[in-house]
C-alpha cells in the first residue's frame, strides 16, 4: 500500500517562501500522477497543484506563478514550493497521489480529490501577516 508523509510547514510571515515535501513509499512512485491540495478551517478542500510522470504541471486558480509543484523520482518525493505567500494561504496541506497509469493529461482531472488513491497525513502552513 502506498503511504505519503508531508513535511516542511510551519509559520512565515506574508511575503515569505516554504517549501513542502512528501515523500512516498510503496509502488512504482515513477509512475503516479501527485497532486496538492489544502484546506483551511471552515472551508473545502482546494486544489493547489499537480503534476503528472511526464512532468505535466496544473495549478489552481490564482496560485500559478507562487506555487511551483515539481519532483524527484530519485527520491520518490514531490514538492511545493511556495512564495509570495499570503494570510490566505495558511492550511494544512495534504499530498495526494493517482496511480492511474498512463496519468490523465486533463487538467480538471486533478481538481478532484475523489480521482487520487491515497493521502498524506497533512503539514500545516500558518501565514502571519
Known amino acids: 500500500q502506498v503511504q505519503l508523509v508531508e513535511s516542511g510547514g510551519g509559520l512565515v510571515q506574508a511575503g515569505g517562501s516554504l517549501r513542502l515535501s512528501c515523500a512516498v513509499s510503496?509502488?512504482?512512485?515513477?509512475?503516479?500522477?501527485m497532486g496538492w491540495f489544502r484546506q483551511a478551517p471552515g472551508k473545502e478542500r482546494e486544489f493547489v497543484a499537480a503534476i503528472t510522470w511526464r512532468r505535466s504541471t496544473y495549478y489552481g486558480d490564482s496560485l500559478k506563478g507562487r506555487f511551483l509543484i515539481s519532483r524527484d523520482n530519485g527520491k520518490s518525493t514531490v514538492f511545493l514550493q511556495m512564495s509570495s505567500l499570503k494570510p490566505e494561504d495558511t492550511a494544512v496541506y495534504y499530498c495526494a497521489v493517482d496511480r492511474t497509469f498512463p496519468n490523465s493529461d486533463m487538467e480538471s482531472y486533478y481538481k478532484l480529490s475523489n480521482n487520487y488513491d491515497a493521502w498524506g497525513q497533512g503539514t500545516q502552513v500558518t501565514v502571519s501577516s
Open positions: 510503496g509502488g512504482t512512485f515513477s509512475t503516479y500522477g
